[in-house]
């Protein structure tokens, strides 16, 4: 979630800090997929979201956002001429994408979409690139995961570049069109690359932070360090505090400073706290754990590195 408003809840102080990472490894959690609990006529295949088992759609068919399937038809995936790329109007008929090469088409005739398919692997980031020809098309891209649901979106200005991580190793689609911020309506060439996958260091919701240790105030803590391998990405990291304790985090200032939202235990949705500083404190008003959220403000890869200190 990028919390950009800053927001205060419980009393804090501002002020500096280091950490050590949890590395002792918990019980691997079971197979949600083992057995398969994919049923439905429509819905065979497993995924496994983080534990969580996900029914995917079968092939030739069309996931739609109430979580039914259906049937490709004229209605949910027109073909029209025009296009030289045609059959790509809907999920069902993406073009295979791969880090390859790139791909060169068009938005034609006016209103036009142009899918694409990712064969994704769970945990591996993703990152594209569309550059308009010639003309007055403004690209825009959108993301769905393989069950049909939007991710994000970002529009060009002209070109533009959208990242997303895969949750579960299945095809995600990607959708290329005319940028509703044009209130023109636009063809026009665009070039569409795809960049080597990359697989993300730390999770991206509050159930797949990394735990990390504070180290005692005055003594030597360790680094921690990430980065973000596309612009929208989050890194999640949790530690336990004591009520009336002061924690610091200090980051390095030879490397990007990230966003920080943080949040307790019991209210993982509202932060208590968002800043963008070398340095944050505060003061804990109960026991609990605190989760942080790392992201870049800007939209921008890089990387970073931090350490977390008590003070009792």
């Given amino acids: 979630m990028n919390p950009l408003t800053p927001r ?13 990472l949890d590395t002792s490894q918990p019980t691997p959690p079971k197979n ?4 398969n609990p994919c049923t439905q006529a429509d819905k065979t295949t497993c995924a496994n979201d ?5 029914c995917l759609c079968r092939e030739g068919t069309i996931p739609r956002p109430n979580g039914t399937c259906e049937a490709i038809t004229t209605a949910n995936c027109p073909e029209h001429p025009g296009d030289s790329a045609e059959p790509d109007d809907c999920i069902a008929r993406a073009a295979p994408l791969d880090a390859s090469r790139a791909r060169t088409q068009g938005i034609e005739p006016v209103g036009d979409y142009d899918f694409f398919r990712i064969d994704a692997t769970a945990r591996d980031a993703y990152v594209l690139t569309v550059t308009p020809g010639p003309g007055a098309l403004l690209p825009r891209v959108d993301v769905f995961d393989p069950e049909g649901r939007w991710i994000r979106a970002q529009d060009g200005n002209p070109g533009v570049q959208v990242g997303f991580k895969a949750r579960v190793s299945a095809p995600y689609t990607v959708r290329v069109s005319h940028s ?3 209130p023109s309506p636009a063809t026009g060439t665009y070039t569409l690359q795809l960049a080597p996958p990359v697989q993300d260091d ?5 159930e797949e932070a990394a735990a990390l240790v504070p180290a005692p105030g005055g003594t030597s803590a360790t ?3 990430g980065r973000f391998e596309y612009g929208q990405d989050e890194d999640w990291f949790s530690f336990p505090v004591v009520r009336d304790a002061t924690y610091r985090i200090e980051f390095d200032t030879t490397r990007t400073v990230p966003a920080l939202a943080a949040f307790i235990r019991e209210n993982v949705k509202s932060p208590f706290l968002t800043v963008q500083n070398s340095y944050v404190d505060f003061k804990a008003a109960s026991s609990t754990t605190v989760f942080i959220d790392l992201y870049s403000a800007n939209e921008a890869t890089g990387t970073y590195a931090f350490r977390v200190y008590e003070f009792r």
């Avoid at 205060?8 to 050590?20: M, T």
């Avoid at 949600?32 to 057995?35: A, L, T």
């Avoid at 730390?202 to 509050?206: A, K, M, R, W």
Wanted: glycine content about 6%; hydrophobic content about 45%; overall charge negative.
């Fill in 202 to 206: 730390f999770g991206d919701t509050p």
């Fill in 223 to 225: 680094l921690v360090s």
């Fill in 50 to 54: 983080n534990g969580r088992a996900v």
């Fill in 32 to 35: 949600p997929c083992d057995p």
């Fill in 8 to 20: 205060l809840v419980l009393p804090l102080v501002l002020l500096f800090a280091p950490a050590c």
């Fill in 180 to 182: 509703p911020r044009d």
